[in-house]
């Protein structure tokens, strides 16, 4: 199939492209910055920049990926908030403007969204069947964010809305998470008693394959371990998969002094379930974190 991959090379994006490539696709990555490929079934295609016109340079997509969007992980100033929101936004008005401006249409579009879609709660349990909040940044950014897949999903294409858990990989949050206990000031933040709902970035990466060949599956997905853990035991998990002590508490405040309104992805949380992607008998490579843990730091 030919694959239009847009956000393909961040680390989720590079994750999905080796899982596609390796089952003999073309794919197509689009991006501000192309380069040369040495491998035939990869290219790079020009996309968000003055003169760019991708519809002109991509062959016939069966399935467009959209991962597009500025990373959450800096103070969420007025402008940083913006920058984010705006970034998700524009990206899929302009997947959307490129499928309209094609002849034929692609058969399944996979669009990022985040679990945070949910809002925060430390009781409630959240399924693909939970209705999304509109209670705070990320739940606002996620809801706006799927609105506009919805656009490209009336065209008759069968969406898929991977909502995303905390993404542990090599990158992404799970560096910033050992960090302390490798340098033996690891501890729990805040209560403790806040969810995490994570998942390993391979399980991500396998996911969105597996969504892309079956076709009953549409709507929201949740991409999240079957295990969700409390803060207390995932830095506890760390700390036994590390080898190093679980001692040093960071109270609520030094958190939010720190990182401001971010302090939310941290000190709330949400416990969701991979209902979908169970009852469909997907099989997850990295069920439980200390092996997932282990898995992304070798």
């Known amino acids: 199939m030919n694959i239009a991959i847009t956000g393909g090379t961040g680390f989720i ?3 999905v492209t080796k899982v596609l490539a390796a089952e ?4 197509y990555i689009l991006t501000r910055n192309p380069k040369e490929s040495e ?3 990869l290219h790079y295609v020009q996309w968000l920049t003055e003169g760019a ?3 002109h340079e991509l062959p016939a997509i069966d399935v467009w990926i959209n991962l597009a969007g500025k990373s959450i992980f800096t103070r969420w100033t007025d402008k940083a908030k913006e920058g984010i929101l705006s970034s998700r936004l524009k990206s899929t008005q302009e997947v959307r403007r490129i499928i309209e401006a094609q002849e034929s249409k692609p058969s399944v579009l996979i669009q990022a969204s985040a679990v945070g879609i949910y809002g925060t709660s430390q009781t409630g349990d959240f399924t693909e069947e939970s209705p999304p909040a509109d209670t705070d940044f990320l739940s606002h950014t996620s809801k706006l964010w799927e609105a506009e897949g919805q656009k490209i999903e009336a065209l008759g294409i069968r969406t898929v809305y ?12 799970l560096p910033l998470m050992t960090l302390p206990y490798k340098l033996f000031a690891g501890g729990t933040i805040g209560a403790g008693s806040q969810w995490v709902s994570w998942v390993h970035v391979e399980d991500v990466a396998h996911l969105i394959a597996y969504a892309i060949h ?3 599956l549409s709507g929201p997905l949740n991409v999240t371990s079957p295990n969700p853990v409390q803060m207390k035991q995932l830095g506890q998990t760390i700390a ?9 508490k960071v109270p609520s405040f030094v958190i939010k002094t720190a990182l401001g309104e971010m302090s939310l992805l941290v000190l709330e949380g949400q416990r ?6 169970l009852l469909s008998s997907y099989d997850f490579l990295h069920p439980e974190l200390k092996e997932a843990i282990l898995h992304s730091e070798e």
Not at 162 to 173: H, N, P, Q
Not at 272 to 277: E, F, G
């Open 53 to 55: 016109a991708p519809e």
């Open 240 to 248: 036994s998969a590390l080898h190093r002590p679980h001692w040093l």
């Open 24 to 27: 003999g696709h073309h794919l």
């Open 39 to 41: 491998q035939n079934h």
């Open 214 to 216: 079956n076709d009953d």
């Open 162 to 173: 991977t909502r995303f858990g905390v993404v542990l990989g090599e990158k992404g949050t």
């Open 272 to 277: 969701a379930l991979p209902k979908k992607a």
């Open 13 to 15: 994006g590079q994750h």
